[in-house]
Nanobody
Framework: VQLQAFGGGLVQAGGSLRLSCAAS????????MGWFRQAPGKEREFVAV????????DYADSVKGRFTISRDNARNTVYLQMNSLKPEDTAAYYC????????????????WGQGTLVTVSS
């Protein structure tokens, strides 16, 4: 499965962005889908994950209450709605897919999209 993330950009603190991850090559309906981010000079970190059914969702504590992950299997797309953005949310955001894991470790995911850059100005 090929993944393409888009929707990043420059936003002021307190603003909102919606990232999309469009899949191609096969249906994502059986895949757990995650979002990760990597800031300059830092390691890639978990943001959110949604199970293949949509019934199980997990968020990093740093984004809980501000970010919402969702999926539309008919459109083969996963979304990350980001509200109340903070400068510390600045990073390249990556979507990932895996048939088995729905965990927080980026190394467990088999498929990755390219990053989309989010910059939050103070």
């Amino acid at each position: 499965v090929q993944l393409q993330a888009f929707g990043g950009g420059l936003v002021q603190a307190g603003g909102s962005l919606r990232l999309s991850c469009a899949a191609s090559g096969r249906s994502i309906s059986n895949y757990n889908m995650g979002w990760f981010r990597q800031a300059p000079g830092k390691e890639r970190e978990f943001v959110a994950v949604i199970s293949w059914s949509g019934k199980s969702i997990d968020y990093a504590d740093s984004v809980k209450g501000r970010f919402t992950i969702s999926r539309d299997n008919a459109r083969n797309t996963v979304y990350l709605q980001m509200n109340s953005l903070k400068p510390e949310d600045t990073a390249a955001y990556y979507c990932a897919a895996d048939l088995t894991t729905s965990g927080r470790r980026w190394s467990e995911y088999d498929y990755w999209g390219q990053g989309t850059l989010v910059t939050v100005s103070s």
